[in-house]
Every structure is written in structure tokens, then in C-alpha cells.
């Protein structure tokens, strides 16, 4: 900055912007915490051995002086070894640096094998402030960038004090906005809550779970045969299930405890988590899918949960539980089709109709209501339970697919959204004139499929969808979402329609005055 | 929903007005002689046994694989004709398969990248394997057996015509 050039007004990373950074200097004690628990117990495992030994008396001298030499030895290695592991680790520490340019996150790490990675901030897909339980303690957060470049693709900064990690967090979510500002910290974007899921009611959601019912008629079961064979040799099956069945609920309680639901300018806030605790940000337009699902034992309760596709947490299958696709691990039916208003604000129906009702036809509906178009009579004979729910309902703007007569499914995608679609069809379906459609998505757990609708309903849908699709991108908003608000036109304004209570007010018919 | 006229209901898998560009015969040659390469030895080697224990019902076994080479050689001939691909305005068709079929429409926005793929066998052939990929991982869109010039300039077409229409995702 001394040597007099002239700053350069068109360049892109003036000096003052670009200056590098370093990692929390706590990064490594909170990185290498396992090692420094083995280095302890260890340490007091040698002192109670030598305390031990300096009791006992009765161990010959010459003994005792090859032992403490042995141990003495053992030391010298040991702590060469510790000093080697720590130099290392300051030397990483020393080494990982990150910067923010105008439109890139730079983080080079690595000592031997080194590692710059550039992430551009308008691809950003979200934002997650992450506090694992030891980095907790020590008041340090890992600051992850996520970016669709499919597994591994992330940029993760860690550790960052707290305070720090959520002004880097507003200063990346509005460098990606592409709001200006002149102040030197980033204008934290307000925040508005949502929803939060009350502890009893993900208590009960976990009862009624999957898991938890199977285990529990297991139970039943080998209690019976336990009373019938008297003897308790079938209770040893009950070892290695009831550790699966607790890994699975621990898992989904730790992740959905206290979780919260806020809405900003930023996008979505979910914070979550009883030891790793996370704060996730999912800006406008990020989402890629929507899943709203309820499984049989939650109907009474009319429990839903919702899960989105977003580009960055991708990568896992249907089955495995992701706590970070999971926009409500829990909620009542307002609650799931609010969050669907909040990350899809326009659903493209037009006013005679309520959007609501597009959706509640959706959640639990039969038949050809509310326009959703159904599997012929014909696929009774390869789905007899759900063929009058299995449909789908076209929307300007996305595409409904509902289905499962037990496990009931809603799955949203923007037809921006799409990546492709396909056909597909097997010598039964064929004989009974059906395929089975199915639309791309990016990794994740919402996975559209639709099986056994009509040949020339699917190919319709087929050819169509990849029309809308096209539209639907030219149309789509620019990738920097605050900067179509700068001009005027329609933004994303989360804020406005953060209301539960009467979601896709656009479209619906007013019926509360008196909310503010 | 729209014009009924625009697709035949009757043929899902075959849309009105798409001319479908057929995959090199070729391929059909390099997928059989994997075919005979797994089965004939079989058939051989019981041919040498019996010969040489003049024992002829040892031959009984070896119309197992035989009845395998007959029936995956027609299965092999309607399958490659049944390959297909049709480059229309925005989007990229591709269909295959006989008794399972599946069709895929890729928009050429979607496109993230395009491998081309060629194995000694399909060098030998004179063909090579194209793959698109979008973002998402579902998108199962391959077109093998396509010689490799064809599959040269099908895969830069391709790159311009995302490139002009790429979207972020």
C-alpha cells in the first residue's frame, strides 16, 4: 500500500478489502482435543502407576529402577511424540489463512500438501455456523461456506470466535446478496422467528418414529418367547438392536433438539442441536425441492416434516438421516405448509383458487381434486393402496407430486428448479399401458418420482415440464438476490411473508385484519 | 393440458416429430464378443472334455451357455437399435432399452459436463461412450456406441449450446 501506485479504481480486490486471516489461535487444542484426552489419561495413568509403585515396598530395587527407566524412555518418545504432533499442529495453524474478496472466499490450508480453494460468493447455496460440543466450551464456531460442487465441495473455517463467525456470516451473505454498504462491519440482516419445535412434541415424534415402534414390538415379542421358553436366552437379541435403536433416535434427537425457524432478508435461519449445535442460512432461491411428508403413526397428531434439496448439503441417500436437509423435524400441518410459503412464496396459482387448498389436496388428498391428475384405473392392478393418491398437479411455477396412502408424501419443485426429467416403463407397465415419470433434482433427500401413471399423461408431462422448465429459467431471479430489490423489482422479501397463519397470502382471500 | 395431438398417446416412448438418431451398429458387434468371450470357453472346454472321454452326454451341460450366447445375441441387436438420441431446439433426448424402457430429456442449460469415454474394446469397435451430468446425480443420460467423430462433435455442440443457455442451478 506504501510504494505509491495509484489505487487502481477497477480493480476487483483493492488491498484494503483482501487482507488475510487466521484461524482462532485456540484452533488447534479445540481440533486435536481427542489426542490431548488420550495425552492426559495417559499422563495420570504413569502417575497412579508410579504412586502405585512408591506404595509398594515390596518390589526389589533393582526392579523398580528398570522399570521407572523403561518408563522413563517411554516418556522421552512419548513427549518427542506430543512435541512433534503440536508443532505440527501450530505450523497448520500458522498456515491456513482465508480472505474475502468482492466476490470470492479464499482459504489456503495444508503444511506439506498444500490447498487454495476460491469459492465464488454468488454460488454460494448456504451458509452454517456450527458449534460442536468441545468447540462449544471453548466459545469458537466453524464457519461453513457451502457451494454446489457435489461431496467435499464446501469451504469450511474453523475455528472462528463466535462473535466473529456471525459477523463473517452477515459480511458473505451480503457480499452474495450484492448489497453495498460502506460501513466497515456488514449489516446484520434482521431477523424475524418463525416457528420453534416444543421438546414434547419432538419427544413424541421420536416415539412415534420407526425405529422406536419396531423396537418396541421386538421387545413385546421377545418378552413373550422369554415367558414361554423360561429362560431369558432371547433377551441377548436385544444388545446389538437396542444399540442400533438408540444410535437412530440419538442421532435425530440430537439434531432437532430446540430447533428454530427464523426468517430474514438472508433467507432462511434454522438453529438446532443439543451437543453439536447448528445455525444454518438458506438464501431465497436456494432451495431446490421440497418434501413434506407423515409417516402412518403421525396422522392422528397430523404431524408433517419438511426437507428441501439444497445443492450444498446433497450427497446423502433416502434413507440416511441428514440433519441438515431437514427444515422441520416436526411441525403441525400450519407450521409445514408455512415453511413451504416461506422457501416457495409463489406457488403459481392464480386467485379463483387458494393456493392452500392446491396444497391441502396435496397433503392428504384422493382423486382428481383440486386438479391434480391421478393414475388410471388400470394401475390398480400394480399399486392397489395408493393409485387414486398417487398424482400430480402443474402450477404456474412448480410442479406437485403427491403420494403413499400409509407414508404420505408432498414433493414441491420449482420448475426452475429442474435439472431433467425422465420416462420410464417395464413389460408390466406396458401391457397396462403406464410409466413411471420422474424428475432430477440435485442430491438430497426429496426425490421425485411418480410410478404408473398414463402412457400418454407421462409423455405429455415429459414434454411439457422440460418447456416450463426453460421458461421458468429465463424468467428465475438473478443469483444475487438483493440486487433485483435494488432495482425495483419484486424481490424475495421473506420478512413480508413470514406469516404462518395465512400462508401464500397473495393468493387467498383476506381474513385477518389485525395482524400487524 | 395442452394439445392432445402433440404426443401420441399410444407410444410414450416414441413423441411425435422427434427423428431419433440411431447408435452405430458397431456397438452391438463389441457388446457380443463380450458376450461370447464369458461363454464360449465354457461350451469349449465341455466339447474337450467330452472328446476326450468320448463320454457325449458331458455336451448336455454346455446348452446352458449356448442357449445364453442365442438369446443375448438378438437381446444385444434389439437393444442397440433400440439406443437412440435427438438433439431438438433446448433439450437433448436420449431412449433406450427394449423390455424396460426409459427416456430422458436433458436441457442443454442443465449440462454441468460431458464425458466421452472409450475402452481398448470400443476403440476396436471404432465407437465411444458419451455421458452428460447435470447437477443432480439421478440424471442417468448415455449414449454408448456413437462413432467417435460423431461423439466429438455431439459433445462440443453440446458445450457451446450449454454454455449459450447455462443458468446458475
Known sequence: ?516 | LCDPDRVSAAEPFDPAGVRWTRVSPRLAGARRVVLAVTTLPIVVALAVAAALLSWPLLMLPALVPLAILLWGWIVIGRQVRAWGYAEREDDLLVRRGVLWRAIVVVPYGRMQYVDVQAGPLDRAFGIARLQLHTASAATDAQIPGLPPQEAARLRDRLASRGQAQLAGL
Open chain 1, 1 to 516: 500500500v506504501t510504494d505509491g501506485a495509484p489505487a487502481d479504481p477497477a480493480d476487483p480486490d483493492p488491498q484494503g478489502e483482501a487482507e488475510w486471516h487466521h484461524m482462532h489461535p485456540l484452533t488447534p487444542v479445540v481440533r486435536s482435543w481427542r489426542v490431548l484426552v488420550v495425552m492426559l489419561v495417559f499422563i495420570a495413568q504413569g502417575w497412579g502407576q508410579e504412586a502405585m509403585q512408591g506404595g509398594g515396598s515390596a518390589i526389589p530395587d533393582v526392579g523398580r529402577n528398570l522399570d521407572v527407566g523403561l518408563l522413563g524412555g517411554g516418556a522421552v518418545v512419548f513427549l518427542l511424540l506430543v512435541a512433534i504432533g503440536a508443532g505440527y499442529s501450530v505450523l497448520s495453524w500458522r498456515m491456513t489463512r482465508y480472505r474475502i474478496t468482492q466476490d470470492a472466499l479464499e482459504l489456503h490450508t495444508g503444511v506439506l500438501f498444500r490447498q487454495q480453494r476460491r469459492a465464488r460468493l454468488d454460488r454460494l447455496q448456504a451458509v452454517d455456523v456450527v458449534q460442536p460440543f468441545v468447540a462449544r466450551i471453548a466459545g469458537l464456531s466453524q464457519l461453513t461456506l457451502e457451494v454446489a460442487g457435489g461431496a467435499g465441495s464446501s469451504v469450511a473455517l474453523s475455528y472462528l470466535s463466535e462473535e466473529r463467525a456471525v459477523s463473517l456470516r452477515g459480511h458473505l451473505l451480503a457480499r452474495a446478496a450484492g448489497v453495498s454498504y460502506d460501513t466497515e462491519e456488514a449489516p446484520q440482516a434482521p431477523e424475524r422467528p418463525v416457528l420453534e419445535v416444543p421438546f414434547p412434541r419432538l419427544a413424541g415424534s421420536l416415539a412415534l418414529s420407526g425405529p422406536a415402534i419396531s423396537a418396541t414390538l421386538l421387545l413385546l415379542g421377545l418378552l413373550v418367547s422369554v415367558a414361554a421358553l423360561r429362560s431369558a436366552a432371547p433377551l441377548a437379541a436385544l444388545v446389538p438392536t437396542s444399540i442400533g435403536v438408540a444410535s437412530v433416535l440419538w442421532t435425530r434427537f440430537n439434531g432437532s433438539f430446540h430447533f428454530r425457524v427464523a426468517a430474514s432478508p438472508d433467507g432462511l435461519r434454522l438453529r438446532h442441536g443439543l451437543l453439536e449445535q447448528r445455525a444454518q442460512t438458506v438464501p431465497p432461491g436456494r432451495v431446490q425441492a421440497v418434501r413434506l411428508a407423515q409417516p402412518l403413526l403421525w396422522r392422528r397428531l397430523d404431524w408433517w416434516s419438511v426437507r428441501v434439496n439444497v445443492a450444498g448439503y446433497g450427497g446423502t441417500s433416502e434413507n440416511q438421516e441428514s440433519t441438515e436437509s431437514v427444515l422441520l423435524p416436526v411441525g403441525t400441518r400450519d407450521e409445514a405448509v408455512g415453511l413451504l410459503a416461506l422457501v416457495l412464496p409463489d406457488l403459481g396459482v392464480s386467485p379463483p383458487e387458494h393456493p392452500r387448498a392446491v396444497v391441502d389436496a396435496g397433503l392428504q388428498g384422493f382423486g382428481e381434486r383440486a386438479g391434480f391428475v391421478t393414475s388410471p384405473a388400470s394401475a390398480r392392478w400394480l399399486d392397489p393402496w395408493a393409485w387414486r393418491r398417487t398424482g400430480f398437479r402443474v402450477t404456474d411455477q412448480a410442479l406437485l407430486l403427491r403420494r403413499g396412502r400409509f407414508r404420505r408424501h408432498l414433493d414441491v419443485v420449482p420448475h426452475a428448479r429442474t435439472q431433467s426429467c425422465a420416462l420410464a416403463q417395464g413389460p408390466l407397465q406396458r401391457r397396462l399401458g403406464l410409466v413411471t415419470f420422474a424428475l432430477h433434482s440435485t442430491p438430497g433427500p426429496v426425490r421425485p418420482v411418480l410410478p404408473h401413471l398414463a402412457g400418454d399423461v407421462g409423455a405429455r408431462l415429459l414434454d411439457e415440464q422440460a418447456d416450463r422448465a426453460r421458461r421458468a429459467r429465463s424468467a428465475a431471479g438473478p443469483e444475487r438476490w438483493m440486487e433485483h430489490l435494488a432495482a425495483g423489482g419484486p424481490g424475495p422479501d421473506l420478512q413480508e411473508s413470514a406469516d404462518l397463519e395465512e400462508p401464500f397470502d397473495a393468493g387467498g382471500p383476506a381474513q385477518d385484519v389485525s395482524r400487524p
